[in-house]
C-alpha cells in the first residue's frame, strides 16, 4: 500500500514538474519572439550566440544594415547569409531593414540594387504612379533577397522644414497630412504586393522636433500638432497597417511625465492603443539611441518599454563594442524580469500573439515557407 502511495506521490511530482518546464519552455519562446537585434557576421563569438538563439526560437528577427553587406559579390552574399539565418529557425525570422528611399537606403545602387526616391522627392512630384513604382521596386528587391519587414514608411508631418533628422534627410513626404497619407498608403499597398511588412514611423510623430534622438532627448512638447497624429488614425481605419514604431521623442502634451514615447504607456497603450485601435505590432525603435541609452538604465528601459506596450524590443547593435546587447543578455533580462513580476506575463503573451499573428500574415507560418526560401535564395549564390 506504502509503495503504491509512493508511485502516486512521485507520479504527481512528474506531472508536475514536466508542466512546469513545458510553461518554462514557453515563457522562453514566447519571450524570444520580442527581440530583435543587430548582427556582425565577422565577430564569431557574438554570431555564434546569435546563431544558437535562432536555434532555439528565442529570437523575433534580425536587422541588416549597410554594415553587413560584403563589399565583393554584395548580392550573392546576403542572399546566402539570409538563408543561413532562416536555416536555423524552427520559427521563421523577421528579417528586417530601413529601406524608406533616399538617403535612408542600405541597398545603394553601388551594390546593383535598384535606385530609389525620397520621401520628400516623392511629395513633391505628388504622383501616385511615381511613388507606387519606386515602393513597388523596393517591395520587389526585398521580397527577391528574403526581406520580409521594412522599417517604412515615415509617415511624419513635415511640420519643422529645420528639422535635423526628418526634413533636413528628406524623409517626410510633406508638410500637408493629407499628402503624408496619400503617398505611404501607395507605399504600404505596393509592398504588401510583396508580402513585405510595412512599419510606420515614428510614432507619435517626429515631424515637429528641433533635435535628433539618435543623440539625445528630443522634446517636441511646444512644437507638436495633432495633425501629426492624422496619418497613423487614417491609416489604421483603412486596415493595411500591420505595425508601428515608437518615437523616442518626449512630448509632456501626451505625457505629463515627459517620458519619451517608447517608454510611455500613455502614448503606446494609452493612444495608440485604445484610442486609435491599433491592432498589429509595436516595434520599439533602436533602444541604442542617445534619447534612450544616456538617460535609463539597460534594465530600466526593457522593463518600462514592454510594460509600455513595446512587443519587439530593437536593439541595431550599430555601436561600440563594449555598448553592444547580447540576445543572450536581453533574453535573461526579460525573463528574470517576468519570473519577479515586474513585467507582467499578460504583457509577454499579448506581444507574442500579435507577433505570431504578423508572421502568420506574412505566411512565415505556413509548412515549408524556411525550406522553400532558401531553396529560392539559394539560386542567387
Known amino acids: 500500500m506504502k509503495i503504491r502511495k509512493l508511485i502516486i506521490l512521485f507520479s504527481c511530482l512528474f506531472v508536475i514538474a514536466n508542466a512546469q518546464a513545458q510553461e518554462s519552455d514557453s515563457l ?5 519572439q520580442m527581440i530583435m537585434i543587430g548582427i556582425n557576421e565577422s565577430q564569431e563569438d557574438e554570431f555564434r550566440s546569435a546563431l544558437e538563439l535562432i536555434k532555439n526560437g528565442k529570437l523575433s528577427g534580425i536587422i541588416l544594415f549597410e554594415k553587413d553587406l560584403r563589399q565583393e559579390n554584395t548580392k550573392a552574399e546576403l542572399a546566402r547569409l539570409i538563408a543561413k539565418l532562416q536555416k536555423k529557425a524552427p520559427v521563421p ?3 528586417g531593414i530601413d529601406e524608406e528611399g533616399g538617403r535612408v537606403n542600405r541597398l ?9 526616391a525620397s520621401a520628400a522627392y516623392l511629395g513633391k512630384a505628388d504622383n501616385a504612379d511615381t511613388t507606387r513604382y519606386y515602393a513597388g521596386q523596393t517591395a520587389r528587391t526585398l521580397n527577391e533577397f528574403g526581406f520580409n519587414v521594412n522599417y517604412a514608411p515615415t509617415v511624419d508631418v513635415n511640420i519643422n522644414p529645420e528639422n535635423p533628422v526628418i526634413a533636413k534627410a528628406e524623409r517626410s513626404y510633406s508638410p500637408s497630412y493629407d499628402r503624408v497619407i496619400f503617398h505611404a498608403s501607395h507605399f504600404i499597398e505596393s509592398h504588401n504586393e510583396y508580402n513585405v511588412a510595412t512599419v510606420l514611423k515614428h510614432f507619435p510623430g517626429h515631424g515637429s522636433s528641433t533635435a535628433d534622438t539618435h543623440l539625445g532627448i528630443a522634446d517636441v512638447s511646444d512644437t507638436w500638432v495633432m495633425e501629426e497624429l492624422f ?4 491609416l489604421i481605419d483603412s486596415g493595411m497597417v500591420r505595425a508601428i514604431m515608437s518615437a523616442h521623442i518626449v512630448n509632456r502634451t501626451l505625457d505629463d511625465r515627459m517620458l519619451p514615447g517608447t517608454l510611455s504607456d500613455k502614448i503606446l497603450t494609452g493612444i495608440l492603443r485604445n484610442m486609435l485601435g491599433f491592432e498589429g505590432v509595436v516595434f520599439s525603435d533602436d533602444m541604442h539611441m542617445g534619447a ?4 535609463y538604465g539597460f534594465e530600466e528601459a526593457v522593463v518600462m518599454a514592454v510594460n509600455a506596450g513595446i512587443d519587439v ?6 555601436v561600440f563594442e563594449d555598448e553592444r546587447t547580447s540576445g543572450v543578455e536581453l533574453h535573461e533580462l526579460i525573463k528574470s524580469k517576468v519570473l519577479s513580476g515586474e513585467i507582467r506575463k499578460e504583457r509577454v503573451i499579448e506581444s507574442y500573439n500579435w507577433v505570431m499573428e504578423l508572421k502568420r500574415s506574412l505566411g512565415l507560418l505556413e509548412s515549408g515557407y524556411s525550406k522553400n526560401l532558401v531553396k529560392r535564395l539559394k539560386k542567387l549564390y
Open 93 to 95: 525570422l523577421f528579417m
Open 292 to 295: 534612450i541609452s544616456k538617460y
Open 231 to 234: 496619418p497613423y488614425s487614417v
Open 108 to 116: 545603394k545602387p553601388k551594390y546593383g540594387f535598384p535606385e530609389t
Open 313 to 318: 524590443l530593437m536593439f541595431s547593435n550599430n
Open 28 to 32: 522562453d519562446l514566447m519571450i524570444g
